[in-house]
């Protein structure tokens, strides 16, 4: 698989619309869903310290004031990885690895999803399946896809004509000792969702087993 770089992503920090822990808040989780997107290897952030410029024009996005005063940020960028070899107290995704975290959501409103990256609190969790982030051996990547405004694993990086929404971490292909099925279901609506079990916890018919994920 291909690597690539997430580049010059950047958080404003200046009210009203924005504020400096607003920006912490999103910078974590962009670090969240980077990590959680196999083939992401490079993550460069707009700029270190706030610029006249862009400050003129109400937008503050540097991790750092223009004086170079700290902002919360900065400490996310500085600690969620660790901090001088300390791999304690990760956060922002970096917890996870060398694993993705895979779930299956329900939303009222919207399509059942199934992700490694973030979603909104108004989804609730259904199911939740650990996958490897780089490439084993005997390994298949999954893929996620859009599907009725949510969307399901594949093994199909064409998502099969649907539209993909990037690859979510690999798959054993055999089971064995520590590794848990994963099939992929229909509901009643025809939305997709993961389970553990070929039944598909009694509620859809079972589409296909994806491969199998590691048991934590």
């Not at 959680?36 to 996005?61: C, F, Q, S, W």
């Amino acid at each position: 698989m291909c690597t690539s770089a997430l580049s010059d992503p950047g958080y404003n920090s200046i009210s009203p619309n924005a504020s400096e822990q607003g920006q912490a808040t999103d910078l974590c989780r962009s670090f969240y869903n980077a990590l959680a997107t196999p083939g992401i290897e490079n993550y460069i952030y707009h700029r270190m310290k706030d610029h006249p410029v862009e400050l003129d024009a109400g937008i503050g996005l540097g991790l750092r004031t223009h004086p170079g005063n700290a902002k919360p940020a900065w400490s996310v960028w500085a600690n969620a990885s660790g901090r001088n070899g300390n791999r304690s107290g990760l956060s922002c995704g970096f917890e996870n690895l060398p694993y993705t975290k895979v779930s299956s959501y329900r939303h009222s409103g919207l399509g059942t999803r199934t992700s490694s990256r973030l979603v909104d609190d108004s989804y609730q969790t259904l199911t939740t399946v650990w996958l490897m982030r780089n490439h084993v051996s005997d390994a298949v990547m999954l893929y996620e896809c859009s599907l009725n405004g949510g969307s399901y694993l594949s093994q199909h990086v064409t998502c099969s004509g649907n539209l993909p929404l990037g690859p979510v971490g690999y798959a054993y292909r055999q089971n064995a000792a520590n590794r848990t099925p994963i099939y992929s279901c229909a509901s009643g609506s025809g939305d997709r969702y993961l389970s553990s079990n070929s039944q598909c916890d009694n509620a859809g018919p079972l589409i296909e087993l994806l491969g199998y994920s590691v048991t934590r």
